[in-house]
Structures are given as C-alpha cells and as structure tokens.
C-alpha cells in the first residue's frame, strides 16, 4: 500500500515523495487509518519501523483541514499556535523526531521546534515564544518552559508520548499526567512503546479514552539482523574489536559498553591503536554528543564508543554493524541496541563479546529473543590460549562498574518477567495486530 491511498494533503504526500518514501510499514499501515479518524491509540513497534511518519503525517493532515486554503498557499498568512506536542525521553531523539517532522512539513506553513535538557534554553525559548505548531520536547525542559516562562498548552488537542516504555523507565508517569492535565480537555493521545509492558499497559488504560490497540509485534527489520556471539577474554576485548575493524576494513561501528568509565578507557585504547574514534555518553555535553554522531555519520570516524543513552533514539541511516562490547545490565537493553543496525527494512549485523563472566545475561537475552545465537571463536583467542605479553607483565586495574546502576537494573529484572513478552515477539517468527 502506498501513502496516496490515504486522504493526505497533496503537501504532505509531495514531502513524503522527496523522502523518497514509497510503500507504507506495517506500522504505518495499521496507524495511519485509526489516527486519521481522531482515535487515541496504544501502538507497540520497534525503533527503526517508521513510527514517526505513522503519527506524524495524520497529525500534519489534521492541522492542514484546520486552515483555509489560503494559508495553506501563503505561509505569511498562518499564525502558529501550539496544538500538537511530542514527549520523547531523550534529547537524541526530540532532536531526531522534530528533524522528520519538519521534512514533512517543508510544503506546509506548520513550525516545529525541540526542546530538551543540556543545551542552553534561551534559543529554545525564543523560537517557542516565535510561535510553533508542533513542538516535541523531553518532560524536563518542557516544566522548565512551564514553569518559568508560563508556556501555554491549553491549546494542545493533540499529544504524543514516543518511547513511552523508556519513559516509564526513567520516571517520567508523573510527568505524563501533569502534561494530560494542561492540554485541551477534548484531544487525541497517542502512545507508542518498543514493548507491551505491564506498566505500559496500565498507564494506557488509565491514560487513553478507548484506544485502538495496535501491535506490530515483529517486522522484516528485525529478521534482516544477523547477530553472533564471539567468545573471548574479557581482558583481550579491546584487542579483539582493533583487530576485527582493521581486518574488516570496518568504517562505521557502533559499539556499546555498560558505563561512561568503561566507554572512556575503550576509547584510549582504540586510540592507541590507531583507530578513529569519539565517545558518547550521558555526561559529554550536547553539543560534544552532536558533533561526536555528526562526524560518526559523516564517515570522519570509524567507531562511536557509547552507553545505553544511545540505545534509543539515534537514527544512523544504513548503520551495518552494531557490536556488544559489553553486554548490557537489564537484558531488555539488548534489543534496543541492536534495533540502531537494520532499519527501515535494511539489513545489519550485531556481534555481542561474551566472556565467562558474561554467560548468565546471555542466557537472559536469547530467553527475550527466542533465539540461540552462533558462537563463534577467533584463532589465538581460544579459551586457555596464553595470553600475549602485554596482559602478561602488566596488571591492569579493571574498570569499575557503578554498582548502583547495576542494582537499579537488577531491581528492574525481578517481577517484570510479563514484560519480556512484547520484546520476545520482537526477535519472533510471527506479527499480529490486536485489539482491546
């Protein structure tokens, strides 16, 4: 099915041409009818399925029926009032979010702005006080806005929470009720999350005024994902991911590690190898972030060393190759991970090191995925296999593991077993679309 089988306006089905989008995801295929008809929805898909443009183009479509013919033609003519907001949990992915949607808008006279935490507010508060249409935000730089310079959005009749699982993850319900409670009494609510979680489900039954229930449990971005295991020291990690990307020719490597220390001593050592690479992580400051992803895409670098604070919300365009350098604390971590390689249909590669120490979470996450993983092993990495002079003669102070972080996670994993069925799906063979 193509986006033209839908009543969009000719503006937005002419942005959508010049994305170069042609048939819908399944996704959008299941979303955009229901949410063109004003419906709350509670919708599960994976990152990387085209969820922005399924809540964003009907959204857009409603705003264009709003105004007259005129101001569509004559952007002088349209004043900007904020009636439609995007809650997103991460600054990446506000940023990422309101960069579509302005795609998709670039016929239409509708503002977009993103709002977040890290940067300086004063630029944000200027272009919202210009006047917005859509404005996508994380919950802590949009109560600064409220609070301090009295943002109204009494006039918001429609409202987006993207990521709602990792919004509830990071304690943000607090948040998403205070935000019902200020927009117009009569709107539309759409809830997205990457899994069917008990909470998640309880919030949208509270939250939402008989929703459509959508799940788009297991798409062909999933499936395209090769994914391994290579089995080795974990002291030798690093020796391994040096070796691997110069004996590959490797030239984009997205490589996540389980804290800021271990991503800071794994980019020293990559230096040291000569291997061209930056660090992102949750206390590099945004500007740090954007440049380090600028320059990941842009082909200046061969491996970004990041934390789970990239785990979502980072779109790279035809990423081939994600690597596990550690696995994550909470199994569910891993799916998220592997969902920034494979997107949009494409195919990809994840490749998790797995030392004996390792072993337990492994079994936790092919539990999730429903899938034994290959292991592999590398000559001269065998287990047993002396281990080179440098591991040898030189006592290394391993790298911290913040314990609290790891506590945190663990607290997680106990009684949240339900919650592994929507992500169990994910990595599945089957797909369904439900209604409650």
Same mark, same amino acid.
């Given at each position: 099915?193509?986006?033209?089988?839908?009543?969009?306006?000719?503006?937005?089905?002419?942005?959508?041409?010049?994305?170069?989008?042609?048939?819908?995801?399944?996704?959008?295929?299941?979303?955009?009818?229901?949410?063109?008809?004003?419906?709350?929805?509670?919708?599960?898909?994976?990152?990387?399925?085209?969820?922005?443009?399924? /809540?964003? @183009?009907? +959204?857009? !479509?409603?705003?264009?029926?709003?105004?007259?013919?005129? &101001?569509?033609?004559? $952007?002088?003519?349209?004043?900007?009032?904020?009636?439609?907001?995007?809650?997103?949990?991460?600054?990446?992915?506000?940023?990422?979010?309101?960069?579509?949607?302005?795609?998709?808008?670039?016929?239409?006279?509708?503002?977009?702005?993103?709002?977040?935490?890290?940067?300086?507010?004063?630029?944000?508060?200027?272009?919202?006080?210009?006047?917005?249409?859509?404005?996508?935000?994380?919950?802590?730089?949009?109560?600064?806005?409220?609070?301090? /310079?009295? @943002?109204? +959005?009494? !006039?918001?009749?429609?409202?987006?929470?993207?990521?709602? &699982?990792?919004?509830? $993850?990071?304690?943000?319900?607090?948040?998403?009720?205070?935000?019902?409670?200020?927009?117009?009494?009569?709107?539309?609510?759409?809830?997205?999350?990457?899994?069917?979680?008990?909470?998640?489900?309880?919030?949208?039954?509270?939250?939402?005024?008989?929703?459509?229930?959508?799940?788009?449990?297991?798409?062909?971005?999933?499936?395209?994902?090769?994914?391994?295991?290579?089995?080795?020291?974990?002291?030798?990690?690093?020796?391994?991911?040096?070796?691997?990307?110069?004996?590959? !020719?490797?030239?984009?490597?997205?490589?996540?590690?389980?804290?800021?220390?271990?991503?800071?001593?794994?980019?020293?050592?990559?230096?040291?190898?000569?291997?061209?690479?930056?660090?992102?992580?949750?206390?590099?400051?945004?500007?740090?972030?954007?440049?380090?992803?600028?320059?990941?895409?842009?082909?200046?670098?061969?491996?970004?060393?990041?934390?789970?604070?990239?785990?979502?919300?980072?779109?790279?365009?035809?990423?081939?190759?994600?690597?596990?350098?550690?696995?994550?604390?909470?199994?569910?971590?891993?799916?998220?991970?592997?969902?920034?390689?494979?997107?949009?249909?494409?195919?990809?590669?994840?490749?998790?090191?797995?030392?004996?120490?390792?072993?337990?979470?492994?079994?936790?996450?092919?539990?999730?995925?429903?899938?034994?993983?290959?292991?592999?092993?590398?000559?001269?990495?065998?287990?047993?296999?002396?281990?080179?002079?440098?591991?040898?003669?030189?006592?290394?102070?391993?790298?911290?593991?913040?314990?609290?972080?790891?506590?945190?996670?663990?607290?997680?994993?106990?009684?949240?077993?339900?919650?592994?069925?929507?992500?169990?799906?994910?990595?599945?063979?089957?797909?369904?679309?439900?209604?409650?």
């Amino acid at each position: 099915m193509n986006f033209d089988a839908f009543d969009l306006h000719s503006h937005i089905l002419d942005a959508v041409s010049a994305r170069g989008y042609q048939a819908l995801t399944e996704v959008q295929t299941h979303v955009l009818p229901v949410a063109m008809q004003g419906k709350d929805i509670m919708a599960c898909a994976q990152t990387g399925t085209g969820k922005t443009a399924a /809540f964003a @183009l009907p +959204l857009l !479509n409603k705003l264009s029926q709003q105004l007259a013919v005129q &101001d569509i033609e004559a $952007d002088n003519e349209h004043r900007a009032q904020l009636r439609v907001l995007v809650l997103t949990p991460t600054r990446e992915l506000a940023i990422q979010v309101a960069d579509n949607i302005q795609a998709y808008a670039q016929f239409l006279p509708f503002k977009t702005a993103a709002v977040y935490g890290g940067a300086n507010m004063n630029p944000q508060r200027k272009a919202v006080n210009a006047g917005v249409d859509i404005l996508v935000a994380t919950p802590g730089r949009l109560f600064d806005l409220i609070g301090q /310079f009295d @943002l109204d +959005l009494s !006039n918001v009749c429609h409202l987006v929470v993207d990521e709602a &699982d990792r919004m509830l $993850d990071m304690g943000f319900v607090r948040d998403i009720e205070r935000v019902k409670k200020l927009v117009a009494s009569e709107h539309q609510t759409l809830f997205f999350s990457a899994t069917y979680s008990e909470d998640v489900k309880t919030l949208a039954q509270k939250m939402l005024i008989e929703p459509e229930w959508i799940n788009v449990a297991t798409t062909p971005t999933a499936s395209k994902i090769e994914q391994e295991v290579y089995l080795v020291d974990k002291r030798r990690k690093a020796e391994l991911l040096s070796e691997l990307v110069g004996r590959n !020719n490797w030239q984009q490597v997205l490589v996540f590690v389980s804290s800021k220390e271990s991503a800071e001593h794994l980019h020293s050592e990559l230096k040291l190898d000569g291997v061209k690479n930056s660090v992102f992580h949750g206390d590099k400051t945004q500007g740090s972030r954007n440049r380090a992803l600028e320059e990941f895409k842009s082909g200046k670098l061969r491996v970004m060393v990041a934390t789970d604070v990239a785990a979502r919300g980072l779109d790279i365009e035809a990423l081939p190759l994600v690597i596990n350098y550690e696995l994550p604390f909470a199994a569910e971590d891993y799916v998220h991970r592997v969902g920034r390689t494979g997107r949009a249909g494409l195919s990809g590669r994840a490749i998790s090191f797995v030392s004996p120490q390792d072993k337990a979470m492994l079994q936790e996450i092919e539990q999730i995925i429903d899938i034994t993983l290959p292991r592999i092993t590398l000559p001269g990495y065998e287990e047993g296999a002396p281990l080179p002079a440098r591991y040898r003669d030189v006592v290394t102070k391993p790298v911290k593991e913040k314990s609290h972080n790891k506590r945190k996670y663990q607290e997680k994993r106990r009684g949240e077993s339900k919650s592994r069925d929507g992500a169990k799906k994910r990595f599945g063979r089957s797909s369904s679309n439900t209604k409650k």
